[in-house]
Structure formats: C-alpha cells, structure tokens
C-alpha cells in the first residue's frame, strides 16, 4: 500500500485530524462557509479540500466523488496524512414512506453488493460488517437532538448503479429493513474498520424511491445543509481521537 498522497496534494500539515468528506464539491463549498479561516488545500482531480477550524477545532472539508472506487481514493488519502475521524455528509433516496425532502438519515450500517471495489480490498466473496463507530453516531445524534433536527436512524444500502434502481429494487431492500439508499457508506464504513478510523455519516434525503417527491437540487437543500452541516461539526468536535 502506498503511503503518500498521489491523488491529491495534501500533507500532515494541511489536512486536519476530523474530516467531513462530500460526493458534491458544491456542498464542501457551502460546509466551509462554517469554518473560521478556511484555506483551500486541493482542487486536484476535482476533490476540493478545505482546511480551517470550528470553534478552534481543526476540520478539514473534502469532495470524493460518486461511489465507492473514487470515495476510497479520498478517504485512503486523508488517512495517510493522519485523518482520524472520516465522516460522510452526503444525500440519500428515502426507501421508506414518510421521509421527506431534507430529512436526515443517520446510518447504523450499511449493507453492499459484493464483488468490484469490495473484493479487491477484502480478497474474498465476502461481507465485511460496515458499521460506523459508535462513539461518532452517538455524538451525532446528541447533536441532532439538541439542535431539534428531524432525523431517522437505521441500515442503508449502497448502491454502485445510480440508474439501475428501480420500484422493486426498492421493494426488496426495504422489506429487509432498508431505510434509505446512496452510493458510498458501505466502502468508508469498512474502510474505517481496516485503517482503524473513526466513520459515521449524515445524509439528507434528496428524493425517494416509495413516494413521489421529486429530485431536490444542491440549490434546493441549501438550507438543510447548513443546519445539518452545523451540528455535524458541532458533534465531530466532540468525539475523543487517540493521538
């Protein structure tokens, strides 16, 4: 395994300890709105990284792209510069009815397709349990609470084709306990588990597969990102790291 950077040009001393990571590089730039003093320390390859710190706190902000393959890049990255704490704060499908756009889904694991990205890191046709750590969903959902953010909890599945989810795709998942879908947990959660970094997620509800709610643009969840990004950052705060 490779120990320095190559997708990116970031060092120990431009990427902070906590990290939020997100698919669209229009929400890492509104989350940098939040810190204090945010410097720009990556635009290779597309994943913008910022740097600054919240409430004195150093937190990088960083875009990893769509699915597993490019999010791996990112978080392997970030953790062999010395990230450890990994967070995704992403969008998500409602799988369940009653969701609504902005919602936020906290996930307690996230269940996978076998095979591409994830047989070539695990080298066997197995399930890794993609689960985030506990310390950082309970920090999460604290902050949630106290900021009075509507918010789910439960298993979601990560899928690797956008396009190819369909009424019964969402038909079967969700009779299994499924409550929301996106692309990239599953890959960070068990990522964390075999580099030994803290994940969790948050995830706003962008559209749903059981209901009729549209498709909610980066403009369109503007404000649920910036309530959802401030306790997200108020709780990563929080969570204790092993120098």
């Not at 890492?28 to 204090?36: A, N, R």
């Not at 998942?173 to 409550?179: D, E, N, P, V």
Request: proline share 5%; net charge neutral; hydrophobic share 45%.
């Amino acid at each position: 395994m490779l120990s320095k950077p190559i997708h990116m040009t970031i060092s120990p001393e431009t990427v902070a300890k906590r990290a939020i990571i997100a698919g669209d590089p229009a929400r890492v730039e509104q989350v940098k709105e939040l810190l204090e003093d945010p410097k720009l320390v990556n635009t290779k390859r597309a994943f913008v990284t910022y740097t600054g710190t919240y409430r004195g706190v150093p937190v990088t902000i960083a875009a990893h792209g769509v699915g597993f393959p490019s999010s791996a890049i990112v978080f392997e990255e970030l953790s062999m510069v010395g990230a450890k704490l990994i967070v995704r704060f992403g969008t998500c499908g409602a799988m369940i009815p009653g969701m609504r756009i902005g919602d936020v889904v906290i996930p307690t694991g996230a269940a996978y397709y076998p095979g591409g990205a994830y047989y070539q890191y695990l080298h066997e046709w197995t399930c890794c349990p993609a689960v985030p750590d506990f310390d950082v969903v309970k920090a999460i959902v604290e902050e949630y609470e106290r900021f009075g953010i509507k918010y789910f909890t439960g298993p979601v599945i990560s899928s690797d084709a956008f396009y190819a989810e369909d009424p019964e795709f969402a038909k079967k998942w969700s009779s299994r306990g499924i409550i929301a879908v996106e692309m990239e947990c599953a890959g960070l959660f068990t990522l964390g588990l075999m580099r030994k970094v803290k994940t969790g997620a948050v995830l706003l509800v962008s559209d749903s597969l059981v209901e009729h709610l549209g498709y909610a643009s980066a403009e369109e969840l503007r404000e649920y990102v910036m309530k959802a990004a401030k306790a997200l950052l108020e709780s990563i705060t929080k969570v204790k790291l092993t120098t």
